[in-house]
């Protein structure tokens, strides 16, 4: 299986190799809390979780809340209709476009005290943006 460990930029998103000290794009400085490892065409939610700046009880929530295309789990209840959308700017790749829409999904599930979001659907605007919709839902 082909994967490579980066250190990626928290400022500007910026892969640079494992053993850089800063950020070859931007100039911030780098260590290995910025290690991470990548596939070629994936990736998982922990990476756009990084700049949030969680506290260890939300990185913990973080890691519990659940996101579907299917109904509101069973023994949940709904809050009601969310969106998240990327707020990339130019050509940054598509990726950025959707770790970016994520992470503003995350930030919204966090500070709202939801515990998911259910009747995912997500549309592309354009180049290089995303936008959801979701119903959000709070356990019993």
Known sequence: MKQNTYR???KCGNE??????FCLNCGTALSDNNNFVLTAHSSDLDFPLVDL???VEEEVKA????ITFEAIPAGCQSQGLVFAESSVEGNS???FAWQDMMKN?????????YDGAAHVNIQKLTNNAFYLTAEAFVQN
Do not use: G, Q, T, W
């Open 8 to 10: 990626i930029c928290s």
């Open 16 to 21: 640079n190799s494992a053993d850089a000290n």
């Open 53 to 55: 700046e969680l506290s």
């Open 63 to 66: 890691k519990k809340l659940v």
């Open 93 to 95: 790749p598509l990726k």
């Open 105 to 113: 999904l995350y930030e919204l599930l966090l500070a709202k005290h």
